[in-house]
């Protein structure tokens, strides 16, 4: 399995994915940074409850900026991880050594989450630095356990998208398991932000309805949870507040801990099944 | 036996590949396996390396059931199509192989070093294989086939994209590793390769076994013998060679039973007042063995 993860890591350094992937989040940081350095230098002559919630929709905006980029990254990185090496043949000499499918697969996998787990942290990181370093006092809400707390979290964002673009990779072509996992991806988004509008609604049968929508969702596809999870943990003070941003990117309702078990359960299942699928099928 | 099939069947959506098929293949051997393109012959040996799941019958390869891990481990396949990470170098594609078959530093850097003198691409181990030329991507396949030392050897149409040098090349390796004792399976459709390399050969059509034997035995290929002062006595003598013996404008053709009378043959023609001016086997034997082994299926 370790010459698999070895291999899969010397494919992203070797197709200059991953430099190509550094370069251009260095140009996304460069522009956050720059729009938050003239934000906060605006904000210095608010009041502080106007920059807590303006500092709060911009960290906001950066987290959900970031989450949206790993999303897609493991996505792409994911959804040809076998389908693509089936349909170019390298299988074929790989699969005639004495390896078993499974950990074909499963270092496959682990190779993917081996960039983008370190590459998620960087992001995370440095987006929430530069919201340190130009807010100054008025970021002082993020300590050093939340803000571990919340990359964990979001840590789970590409664990759950490659094991659903790893699953679809053992039985759909690239381009067929790509489109699926894009769909439901957006269907979890979708399902999170109604949950989010239904959590401010005061009727109940409407509170109820996207409510509801939103748990079938993310339990379809649980990828929105990991960003809610991560963006409460965030923005949650030591004495418990949940001062998360309001609104669609906003995590005021926050996910439970059984649905971070449910995540992690839905990984593992995804990755059997796509083991069982793949050791099936001919290559 | 190190390979035996029985009835070995695959099938892609109930027809094509290959079917009922039955066939072993002997230590140490070079076993030739003909058919025209879509024959079948990839699929058998996709078949016997796990790669695909047979619909039905029964295989094993040295010894063990299809797709076992440890069998895989004494086996070297060098696919039809250039099928490798093209973005590696030559040596990290040696090196991936190397350790997918368990191997350990630094037994890899000097097994490395061996293939690539073997297979003729020493010098050119830092170059990505993208850049390499056909024939070299062809030979740094067969360098990761015998990487691990295999003791049975699957080459899918191994000289198929290589000139006239390159061809010979891997005939001499071939060679050299039936030398060592290794079975070979060679897929080819490129009869000369067969006939140049191989102790039995089995010619496969529409996914059925046609045939399978010896060269010699198979190929019984005719002696023709050219002379002048061709006469009925001469020919009355030759008959205790073969009585189906024809002549007609200085050639003669016959079959005798085995090489070892030709000496006795040349004798006879001298000392009946033939002059003798040579005397050799049919050439393209294969080719007519071949055209009309698969040419009756296509005329039935």
Known sequence: MRTIIRLTFLEMLKKKILYLTLALTAIF???????????????????????????????????????????????????????????????????????????????????????????????????????????????????????VKSMLALWMLPIILTSVGICFSTFLPTVGSGVAVVILYFCAMVGGILEQIGGFMTAPAAKAALTNIGIVTSLVMPSDIAYRKASSLL???????????????????????????????????????GIRIFNKRDI | MIISTVNLTKHYNGKGGITNLSLSVKEGEVFGFLGKNGAGKSTFIRTLLGLIHPTSGTASVLGKPLGDIEARRKIGYLPELFQYHSWLS????????????????????????????????????????????????????????????????????????????????????????????????????????????????????????????????????????????????????????????????GIITMNPASDEVIPAIASLIIEKGGRLYEIKRMENALERLFIRTVGEVDAR
């Open chain 1, 29 to 147: 940081l460069l522009l956050y940074g720059t729009a938050l350095k003239y934000a906060y230098g605006y904000l210095v002559e608010e009041g502080a409850i106007v920059r807590l919630a303006v500092s709060g929709q911009l960290v906001t905006m950066g987290i959900y900026a970031s989450s949206f980029i790993i999303s897609f990254l493991s996505v792409f990185a994911s959804i040809g991880a076998i389908s693509s090496d089936i349909e170019q043949g390298t299988f074929d000499a790989i699969l005639s050594k004495p390896i078993k499918r499974s950990s074909l697969l499963l270092g496959r996998y682990m190779g993917i989450l081996a960039v983008l787990l370190p590459y998620l942290s960087l992001l995370f990181l440095s987006t929430v630095g530069l919201n340190v370093f130009f807010a100054g006092s008025g970021a002082s809400i993020f300590h050093a356990a939340p803000v």
């Open chain 1, 235 to 273: 923005f949650t003070t030591a004495s418990g507040t949940n001062l998360s941003a309001e609104g669609m990117l906003g995590a005021t309702v926050q996910p439970s801990t059984a649905m971070l078990f449910y995540i992690f359960a839905y990984s593992l299942l995804l990755l059997l099944l």
């Open chain 2, 90 to 249: 030559g040596y990290e594609l040696l090196d991936t192989h190397a350790r997918l078959y368990g191997m350990k530093q630094p037994d890899i850097k000097r097994r490395i070093g061996d293939v690539l003198d073997i297979v003729g691409l020493s010098g050119h181990d830092k170059k990505r294989v993208s850049e390499y030329s056909k024939g070299m991507k062809q030979r740094i396949g067969l360098g990761c086939a015998i990487m691990a030392d295999p003791e049975l050897l699957f080459l899918d149409e191994p000289t198929s994209a290589l000139d006239p040098i390159g061809r010979k090349h891997v005939r001499d390796i071939i060679h050299m590793l039936k030398s060592e004792g290794k079975t070979i399976f060679l897929n080819t459709h490129l009869l000369s390769e067969v006939e140049l390399l191989s102790d039995r050969i089995g010619i496969l059509d529409r996914g059925k076994i046609k045939t399978v034997g010896t060269l010699e035995s198979l190929l019984n290929s005719p002696l023709v013998i050219k002379l002048g002062g061709c006469n009925d006595d001469m020919i009355a003598s030759l008959k205790k060679y073969d009585d189906g013996i024809s002549a007609s404008e």
